[in-house]
């Protein structure tokens, strides 16, 4: 191993520094580091099935991550570019065996390779519902991540009033909140002071962009859609909500924060005959990257057999039903509460449908918008 010298200068490199433990369970290892000795939490991911967080207290910040293996320790340092400290040795061991680290402050989101697959999710009365952060539950809608490259959760809060969250912020591609039944309170940086979110409204999270969820109704269910799958949330101790500027088009990573209210919003005719839908704006906000519509019938008779070439088909049954069928797949009716991923040049077809359908539209194409 090449001898690590002591550096004249490091030029602000390091900014901060974590421990990394392993634990075999998350939820009361958390609740011992941040009740029982008082750490606070500044991040914690997945948000459906947590497996890692992180703590500061005490002059020292603390990873907690469940599998690792950490008898002696790991000190990881977080530059701006570590390749220019220690001559380029990005790991290193110190005398008592602790394991060295130098990574970047601020790495660059991976984006899975596409791995597009069918994936039908119907809500049932036994449907598994994970406890995630801030004490929400989560129902997984694609329990295979299309590899890792996107995730979708049905999110509900049973019981109303304030919500436990803090301040806090995501490293995403794309990020939607859809409101589904309910209502929910949240304030956003830049714009303004807190909004209640309704059913049938929805917001477009660009990447970075602060934020907190401040009350709920009882019963709020939330549809939320994300890319990629695995991304962490950020807690921000220093910044306060609404903030001192109001910026609505502020552009984060290229793309703009949308507040879609559903009772405002004008009803077009939908690309297929016997169907209408409303725009979210999303799609002009992300540079095309992503479109979204709430859909509804209304005269409609049937429709042809028909496939996509983008990178990611999402539909969820807002209310009604509709008979969907798909080549090499039984025919599936879809009730409130069921979603379905369909994947490029498969063909499908929406054969019946009830007076009062209603389902939401995600659509993704496959260029990157790099965050």
């Not at 207290?57 to 320790?73: C, F, K, P, Q, V």
């Not at 680290?101 to 991976?110: D, F, N, Q, T, V």
């Not at 002009?284 to 519509?293: D, E, F, H, I, P």
Request: with cysteine; hydrophobic share 40%.
């Amino acid at each position: 191993m090449v001898p690590i010298t002591k550096q004249a200068n490091f030029d602000n490199q390091i900014q901060s520094a974590e421990i990394v433990l392993g634990c075999s369970e998350l939820n009361q290892t958390l609740e011992f580091y941040n009740q029982i000795l008082g750490l606070v939490i500044e991040s914690i991911y997945p948000a459906d099935e947590p497996k890692v967080a992180v703590l500061s207290g005490y002059g020292i910040r603390l990873r907690l991550e469940i599998g690792t293996s950490a008898d002696t320790g790991t000190l990881r340092l977080l530059c701006t570019n570590p390749s220019q400290i220690f001559a380029g040795q990005l790991q290193f061991q110190a005398p008592n065996g602790t394991t060295i680290e130098l990574i970047e402050a601020l790495p660059e989101i991976i984006l899975p390779p596409e791995k597009q697959s069918f994936v039908l999710c119907q809500l049932q009365q036994d449907s598994d519902w994970g406890l995630g952060r801030a004490g929400m539950q989560y129902r997984d809608l694609i329990p295979n991540r299309q590899g890792g490259r996107f995730i979708a959760s049905h999110i509900r809060i049973p019981e109303g009033g304030p919500v436990p969250d803090y301040v806090h912020f995501h490293r995403v591609r794309f990020q939607l909140i859809f409101c589904y039944k309910g209502w929910v309170k949240v304030v956003y940086e830049d714009q303004g002071e807190p909004f209640i979110l309704k059913a049938g409204d929805c917001v477009l999270q660009p990447p970075t962009i602060r934020h907190r969820v401040l009350e709920s109704s009882a019963g709020l269910e939330v549809v939320e859609v994300g890319c990629p799958a695995l991304h962490e949330t950020f807690a921000d101790r220093e910044m306060a909500l609404p903030n001192n500027s109001i910026n609505p088009d502020r552009e984060f990573f290229g793309q703009k924060f949308v507040r879609h209210i559903a009772t405002t919003a004008k009803w077009k005719p939908w690309r297929i005959a016997g169907f209408e839908s409303r725009d979210t704006g999303i799609g002009k906000a992300t540079a095309g990257l992503t479109g979204v519509y709430v859909i509804r019938s209304t005269d409609f008779l049937s429709t042809e057999m028909q496939s996509h070439s983008e990178e990611f088909l999402f539909l969820f049954t807002l209310r009604g039903y509709m008979d969907l069928s798909c080549e090499k797949q039984p025919l599936y009716k879809l009730n409130a509460g069921d979603s379905v991923v369909i994947p490029k040049n498969m063909k499908h077809a929406i054969t019946a449908v009830s007076n009062d359908l209603e389902f939401l539209e995600v659509r993704m194409s496959d260029k990157f918008k790099a965050s």
